[in-house]
């Protein structure tokens, strides 16, 4: 069993920063693709970006491509998901998800929230 913890959401002003942990535990997550999703109200939820643990090699969604940076720390089992120049439009509970085939697991989310 693995558990996701998600931290680092908060309300920041169009155009600010902020930078999403989620921490796993339970078990090591190599062999594992970690991925964000977010789900907007009235929304599905959305995949945002992936990183293969053992590789590192991420592929974003075209929405954030450019503006949102996703990164492991194996040592510390521990993703992170730094997003700059937010929108509005990422007003989201964002989620930790760590999936391989016949497993997925998933955190229970944070919200962020982007003022205009």
């Known amino acids: 069993q693995v558990q996701l913890v998600e931290s680092g959401g908060g309300l920041v002003q169009a155009g600010g920063s902020l930078r999403l942990s989620c921490a796993a535990s339970g078990r090591t997550l190599s062999n594992y693709n970690m991925r964000w999703f977010r789900q907007a109200p009235g929304k599905e939820r959305e995949f945002v970006a992936v990183?293969?643990?053992?590789?590192?090699?991420?592929h974003y969604a075209d929405s954030v491509k450019g503006r949102f940076t996703m990164s492991s720390d194996n040592a510390k089992n521990t993703v992170f998901l730094e997003m700059n120049s937010l929108k509005p439009e990422d007003t989201a509970v964002y989620y930790c998800?760590?999936?391989?085939?016949?497993?997925?697991?998933w955190g229970q989310g944070t919200q962020v929230t982007v003022s205009a």
């Open positions: 990183i293969s643990w053992g590789g590192g090699s991420t």
């Open positions: 998800n760590a999936w391989k085939p016949g497993v997925d697991y």
